[in-house]
C-alpha cells in the first residue's frame, strides 16, 4: 500500500510540473502573470526546503546524501541540480525550440509511467500494482 502511495504521490507532483510546464509555454500573457504570482512562491519554498536538508555537515558533507558508511561531499547532486538549473541555465538563454532540446538532453526524466495515464484517465489505482 505505500508503494501505491508513493506512486501517487509522486505522479501527482509530476503531473504539477508538467502542467507549470505547459502554462509556461501556452498561456497568455495575464494568465501567466497570475501563475507566476502564485505558484513562483511555491516553486522557490519548495526548493529552499529541499536545499536545506542538503546543506553541509561541519565536515563539509551532505547530511541527506551521505550514509553512516559513505559520506557524500558537499555540494551534493542536489545542490549541483539547483546551480544548474537556477544559476547557470538563468545565464545562457536560448531560443526555445533549443531549450527543449537541450532539457531533453539534460533532465532524464522518468518515462511516462503507465500508471500515469491510468491515473489521468481516472482509471483504478490498481494497475499501480504491475509497474
Ligand atoms: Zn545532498
Redesign the pocket.
Known amino acids: 500500500m505505500d508503494t501505491i502511495l508513493g506512486q501517487v504521490l509522486r505522479n501527482a507532483v509530476w503531473e504539477r510540473l508538467d502542467m507549470l510546464s505547459d502554462l509556461a509555454e501556452r498561456a497568455d500573457a495575464p494568465s501567466l502573470v497570475s501563475v507566476a504570482r502564485s505558484e513562483l512562491p511555491r516553486l522557490t519554498e519548495a526548493w529552499k526546503a529541499i536545499l536545506r536538508?542538503?546543506e553541509p555537515d561541519e565536515r563539509g558533507d551532505?547530511?541527506?546524501?551521505s550514509t553512516r558508511w559513505r559520506r557524500?561531499k558537499?555540494p551534493?547532486?542536489?545542490?549541483q541540480a539547483a546551480h544548474e538549473h537556477l544559476v547557470a541555465g538563468g545565464l545562457a538563454p536560448h531560443p526555445p525550440h533549443q531549450r527543449d532540446h537541450r532539457s531533453a538532453q539534460h533532465q532524464p526524466r522518468p518515462a511516462v509511467h503507465p500508471g500515469r495515464r491510468a491515473l489521468r484517465a481516472g482509471v483504478s489505482t490498481a494497475g499501480l500494482h504491475s509497474g
Open positions: 536538508s542538503h551532505c547530511p541527506t546524501c557524500c558537499a551534493c547532486s542536489v545542490w
